[in-house]
C-alpha cells in the first residue's frame, strides 16, 4: 500500500547465499499472491542444484547467536526463525500475524538488516548475529531510546505490532539517524498496524532519532 | 444532589483528564508483555485446526486414522462428525494437538474427509441474485413520507452500500488451557475475562468426558490481550476443542487460529447496501426518507443499520431484507451497524446538498437541530470546519481542480451510547502502604489499566505509580465484557466508589491518633492531612502503618444509584475527511482528517486521544482498502491474508487532527470512546471523494477500480 523505496525501506536478507520465501519472490519479481499460478519448474527443487546442502526432514542441530547469545536447538530444517525463537527459545516478543512476510509483526535484525522472521528459516541465520527486541531492553538500567519513544507518544494500544515495529524503527534509525517526516512514512511502511497507532510512531520514530542523535553527541 | 463519591471539581484534579503514558507501555514496547498466544507452558503441546474448504457441504466422511499413527500426535477431536452440513468456508473439521506445531500441521494434513458440496451463496449485493436467501427485517414508518415527499422542493434517490469487512485482530482468536484435576485454567485471547470461563464450563459439563466440571472451575487469564474489536466475546468452538484436547492429551495445548482462518470464521462486519430517496426544502430543511435495505450477516442476522442516521427527518420509511449467505458469520464489530448507517446517510445528504447548491456543512448546520443534541454537533462541525479549513478548501462538487490530481473534503456526523457497564473493584490498602486495584476486567488496548490506576491514584492522593492495578483474572471481582465502549464508564466508576470507601476507612483509622476525626482529614499528595493546615499531616506509607497488621478492602460497584453520578451515555461527534483523487489510476490519497469528539469527562487524555487516531485510521482502512472479497463461483475467499486483505500503512493515512471537547462536557461524568471516532470516516472519505471528482464511488470500499469506472460512467475518464 505504501510506495516502498527499496533502497530507503532497508528490509533486505542478510548474506549472499540467504534463500527465503521472500528475497525468492522478490528476485523473481512477484508478489507472494501470485505464488499458485508460477508454472511448473520456477519452484523447482532445490537439490536438483549441485552441491546444495540437503538437510532433514527430520530434527537437524541449529545454532543461532541471538542478542550476543549463542543457543543451540535440535529443530527440523523447515522451522522458520520466528517459530524458533517463539516455540523453541521462548522469545516471544516478536509475534505470529501473518506468517507469510507481510504484516512485519516478526521484525527481528539479522547482520543489521530488518528482517521478517516468518519469511527466513532458522538455518538460514546460523552464523549471524541475530537482535530481538528483548535484546533492546536494557543496556545500562535503562530502557533504549526507541521503546521509550513509543511509551512517550502512546505509539502503541493493543501492542501486539509494537515490537516489530520498534525494532523496524531501531533499524531504520541505524541507518537513517536524521529522518525527515517523509522517510519515515516511506522507510516504515512494511509494518502493519490494526489500531491505528501510526501517528504516535511517527512521531516517536522522529523523537527517538532526536535522542540517539544527542546520545552519540555526548 | 452532591455526593463524597462525584468526581472531584476540575481545579483538584491531579491525573484525571491529563496526558499520561499507559501503565504497560513499556511492557509491550520492549516485548515483555505476554499474550495468549506467547503463552508457553510447561510441556505444552499445539494445536491445529482442519477446516472445511467449501462453502456448504455435507461431511460424508472422515478418517482420522493416518493422522493418529503420525508420531508426535497426542490427541485428536472430530468437531464436524458425518452428516454436518457445514455452512461457511472455515468451518471447523478436527482439531490435532501434537508435540510441534509443524507436527499438528502435518496430522491436519493427514486427516481425509470427504464431502458432498451444496449449493452456496456468498454475494448479496445485487439483491437480484440472491433467490429464496432472502427474508423482511425490519420495517418502519414514522409521520407521514408521501405527504413529506410532496413538499420537497428537490428530491434526491441513489445507491449506496459498504462491503463486508473483517476485524483482523492481529492477535487471532485462541488460547492455551491446561488442566489440574477438574480446574481448567484458560489464558484466552477475550474481550471478557468475567464470562466465557463460565460459558466453557457449561459445555464442558455437557460432555462425559468433563462432566464433573462445573463452570466456576473454568479460570480465565489475560493480562494482554492483541486487539478484539467486538469479536472476541465466546469462548468459540475452538476455546471448546482446545480445552477437550488438554484433558485428552493430559498436557497443556495452545490452539491459536491461522490467519486465513481468522480471515474466514473469526470475524465479519455486516455489509449494508440501500436505495435511499430523500427529500429538502429549498432552503436545506430536510422533509422526507425512504429507504430499502439489505444486508448480510452470513447465516445469521445482521440486524438493521439505524438509518436515517443521527438526523431524525420527520416523515421517514424504512425498509430492511437480511440475505443469509454462507460466509464466516457476523460478529460485532467496533460501533456494530453505525459506520455503515453513517454511510447509507451521509453519502445521500450530501448529494442532496449538491443538488440544493449547498455546501454541504450548511445543510447539516441546518438539519442537526432533527437529532437528540443538536448544539452539540453544531459545535462540533464549526470546530471541525475551522481545524479542517472547510470554508477555504470546499468547492462545487467536482471542481477539484483542473489537472489529474482531483483534491475534495466531506463530512460526516455520528453518535453513540457507551454508559458504563456493571462493575465491581476491590481496593485493598496495606499496612507498609501498597495499594492494589483488583477487577476482573481486560485492557484491549484502550487503556483500561491505566484508566483504573488513574482514578485509583487520585482518589487516593497518591501518584500514579502508587497503585497497582491487577487485571484480567476471572478470580476477581466480575465485571462487564469490554464492548460498546461500556468499559471505561464502568471501571472508572467501580473504581471511585471503592477508592472513596477504602480512603474512608483509612481517615478513620487515623485520624484519633491525629487529634481529629475522619471528616477533617484528606488525601493529597501522598499524605493524609488535616483539610487546611498541611503542617497537622502523615506521609501516606506513616498513616498506612497505623493500620497495624490488618489491610482494609473495600468493594466499589457500579451500577450503584446512591453513590454519585459519575457517568451518562450518549455522544456525538463530527469528522472531516480531505483527499486527493488521482483520475488517471483511481487511486485515493488521504491528505487529512479532523476528529471532534465529546465523550463527558476523559480520564486520561493521552489514550482518548489515541482512541481517536486509532479509530481515523481504522476508519480509512475500511473507507478504501478493506473488504472480504467472495468469489460466488467457487463460494471461497480470494483474500483470506494479509497481501490481499489490505490494511493501510504508515504512509497511507494522511495527516490526522484530534479535537477533544472538554470542560463543558466534563459535568457528565465518564462516558465510552472506543465506537464512537470509528464511525464518520467511511463516509466523510465517500463525501469527498465525490467533492473532488463530482462523481458518487456508491460503496465502500472506494478502490481504484471503483473510482475509475464511475469517472467512466460519469463521462469524464
Not at chain 1, 512476510?101 to 539479522?110: A, D, E, L, N
Amino acid at each position: 500500500m505504501s510506495k516502498i523505496d527499496s533502497e530507503d525501506h532497508g528490509k533486505k536478507h542478510p548474506g549472499k547465499k540467504g534463500f527465503s520465501r521472500r528475497s525468492f519472490l522478490q528476485g523473481i519479481g512477484i508478489s507472494g499472491g501470485a505464488v499458485a499460478s508460477l508454472p511448473k519448474g520456477l519452484l523447482a527443487e532445490p537439490q536438483a542444484e549441485s552441491g546444495a546442502r540437503v538437510m532433514g526432514p527430520g530434527p537437524v542441530p541449529v545454532s543461532l547467536r541471538i542478542n550476543g547469545k549463542v543457543h543451540n536447538l535440535n529443530i527440523e530444517p523447515r522451522v522458520t526463525l520466528l517459530d524458533a525463537l517463539r516455540n523453541h527459545l521462548d522469545l516471544t516478543g516478536a509475534k505470529k500475524v501473518c506468517d507469510r512476510s507481510v504484516c512485519g509483526t516478526c521484525t527481528v535484525i539479522v547482520a543489521g538488516h530488518p528482517v521478517y522472521a516468518c519469511g527466513l528459516l532458522a538455518i538460514e541465520a546460523q552464523g549471524k548475529d541475530i537482535q530481538t527486541i528483548e535484546g533492546l531492553l536494557s543496556t545500562h538500567g535503562k530502557a533504549h531510546p526507541v521503546p521509550t519513544a513509543f511509551v512517550e507518544n502512546d505509539a502503541q494500544q493493543c501492542g501486539f505490532c509494537t515490537p516489530g515495529f520498534v525494532m523496524a524503527v531501531k533499524a531504520f534509525l541505524d541507518k537513517h539517524p536524521n529522518p525527515t517526516m517523509e522517510q519515515v512514512k516511506q522507510g516504515l511502511g512494511g509494518n502493519l498496524c490494526r489500531c491505528g497507532t501510526y501517528i504516535g510512531v511517527r512521531q516517536a520514530a522522529l523523537d527517538a532519532a532526536r535522542e540517539m542523535r544527542g546520545g552519540k553527541r555526548a | 444532589m452532591p455526593s463524597k463519591y462525584d468526581w472531584p471539581a476540575a481545579e483538584k484534579r491531579s491525573l484525571i483528564g491529563k496526558r499520561i503514558n499507559r501503565l504497560d507501555g513499556l511492557a509491550k514496547s520492549t516485548g515483555r508483555a505476554k499474550y495468549s498466544y506467547d503463552t508457553n507452558r510447561p510441556g505444552g503441546l499445539t494445536a491445529k485446526l482442519l477446516t472445511s474448504p467449501y462453502a456448504h457441504a455435507r461431511v460424508t466422511k472422515i478418517d482420522t486414522g493416518e493422522a493418529e499413527r503420525l508420531a508426535g500426535v497426542r490427541a485428536i477431536r472430530v468437531m464436524s462428525p458425518v452428516g454436518t452440513e457445514v455452512q461457511w468456508q472455515g468451518y471447523e473439521i478436527a482439531a490435532v494437538a501434537a508435540d510441534t506445531e509443524e507436527i499438528a500441521r502435518d496430522a491436519v494434513r493427514k486427516i481425509q474427509v470427504e464431502y458432498e458440496v451444496l449449493p452456496h451463496l456468498v454475494k448479496e449485493e445485487d439483491l437480484s441474485k440472491a433467490g429464496n436467501r432472502t427474508k423482511p427485517s425490519g420495517e418502519n414508518t414514522q409521520g407521514n413520507p408521501d405527504q413529506g415527499f410532496s413538499q420537497a422542493d428537490v428530491i434526491h434517490e441513489g445507491f449506496y452500500g459498504a462491503n463486508v469487512i473483517t476485524h483482523c485482530c492481529l492477535e487471532p482468536h485462541g488460547q492455551v488451557a491446561e488442566w489440574d484435576g477438574d480446574n481448567c485454567t484458560v489464558y484466552a485471547s477475550t474481550q471478557a475475562v468475567g464470562s466465557i470461563g463460565r460459558e466453557l464450563g457449561k459445555v464442558l459439563a455437557a460432555d462425559p468426558a468433563t462432566a464433573n466440571v462445573k463452570p466456576s472451575n473454568v479460570r480465565v487469564i489475560t493480562q494482554y490481550m492483541g486487539g478484539g474489536f467486538g469479536s472476541k466475546f465466546s469462548p468459540d468452538r475452538w476455546g471448546i476443542v482446545c480445552a477437550q484436547l488438554a484433558r485428552q492429551a493430559g498436557k497443556p495445548v495452545k490452539l491459536m487460529l491461522d490467519r486465513d482462518q481468522e480471515l474466514l470464521m473469526a470475524g465479519a462486519r455486516p455489509s449494508h447496501f440501500a436505495k435511499v430517496k430523500v427529500g429538502a426544502k429549498k432552503d436545506g430543511t430536510l422533509v422526507a426518507w425512504e429507504s430499502e435495505s439489505w444486508t448480510t450477516g452470513g447465516m445469521s442476522g445482521a440486524g438493521a443499520a439505524p438509518i436515517p442516521y443521527v438526523i431524525e427527518i420527520p416523515n421517514r420509511k424504512t425498509r430492511n431484507i437480511a440475505v443469509s449467505t454462507n460466509t464466516g458469520p457476523a460478529r460485532a464489530w467496533r460501533a456494530p451497524n453505525h459506520p455503515q448507517a453513517a454511510v447509507l446517510t451521509m453519502c445521500p445528504l450530501t448529494d442532496l446538498a449538491a443538488k440544493l447548491n449547498m455546501d454541504p456543512l450548511e445543510l447539516f448546520l441546518k438539519n442537526v437541530s432533527l437529532s437528540p443534541r443538536g448544539d452539540v454537533y453544531r459545535a462540533e462541525l464549526l470546530k471541525a470546519a475551522e481545524l479542517m479549513d472547510w470554508k477555504a478548501k470546499y468547492h462545487a462538487p467536482g471542481k477539484g481542480g483542473n489537472g489529474y490530481l482531483k483534491r475534495g473534503v466531506g463530512l460526516s456526523i455520528h453518535t453513540w451510547g457507551g454508559r458504563g457497564h456493571d462493575s465491581e473493584c476491590r481496593l485493598i490498602i496495606n499496612p507498609d502502604g501498597s495499594v492494589q486495584a483488583q477487577l476482573g476486567s481486560q485492557d484491549l488496548g484502550t487503556g483500561t489499566r491505566t484508566v483504573i490506576g488513574i482514578v485509583a491514584a487520585e482518589t487516593l492522593g497518591l501518584p500514579l505509580s502508587g497503585v497497582q492495578v491487577q487485571i484480567g483474572d476471572s478470580n476477581y471481582p466480575p465485571s462487564g465484557g469490554s464492548g460498546g465502549s461500556t468499559t471505561v464508564g464502568g471501571v472508572s466508576a467501580s473504581t471511585r466508589r471503592a477508592s472513596v470507601k477504602a480512603l474512608d476507612k483509612l481517615l478513620e483509622a487515623v485520624a484519633p491518633g491525629m487529634g481529629t476525626t475522619a471528616d477533617k482529614l484528606v488525601a493529597v499528595d501522598g499524605r493524609i492531612q488535616v483539610q487546611g493546615d498541611p503542617s497537622k499531616s502523615l506521609t501516606w506509607k506513616a498513616a498506612c502503618a497505623k493500620l497495624g497488621t490488618k489491610a482494609i478492602s473495600e468493594t466499589g460497584r457500579q451500577p450503584a444509584r446512591d453513590e454519585g453520578n459519575l457517568g451518562d451515555s450518549g455522544v456525538g461527534g463530527a469528522q472531516m475527511a480531505e483527499v486527493e483523487v488521482d483520475t488517471e489510476t483511481g487511486i485515493v490519497t488521504m491528505r487529512k482528517m479532523v476528529a471532534v469528539q465529546d465523550c463527558g469527562l476523559i480520564i486520561d487524555l493521552k489514550t482518548a486521544e489515541s482512541q481517536c487516531y486509532g479509530a481515523c485510521i481504522m476508519g480509512i482502512g475500511s473507507a478504501l482498502y478493506e473488504e472480504k472479497i467472495y468469489d460466488q463461483q467457487t463460494g471461497r475467499m480470494l483474500n483470506a491474508d494479509m497481501e490481499f486483505y489490505k490494511l493501510g500503512g504508515i504512509g497511507d493515512v494522511g495527516e490526522i487532527v484530534v479535537h477533544m471537547m472538554t470542560r463543558d462536557y466534563d459535568q457528565r461524568g465518564v462516558i465510552g470512546l472506543g465506537e464512537p471516532p470509528v464511525i464518520s470516516p467511511p463516509a466523510a472519505i465517500s463525501n469527498a471523494v465525490f467533492n473532488a471528482l463530482g462523481v458518487r464511488i456508491p460503496t465502500i470500499p472506494i478502490t481504484p477500480d471503483k473510482v475509475l469506472a464511475a469517472l467512466e460512467k460519469g463521462g469524464m475518464a
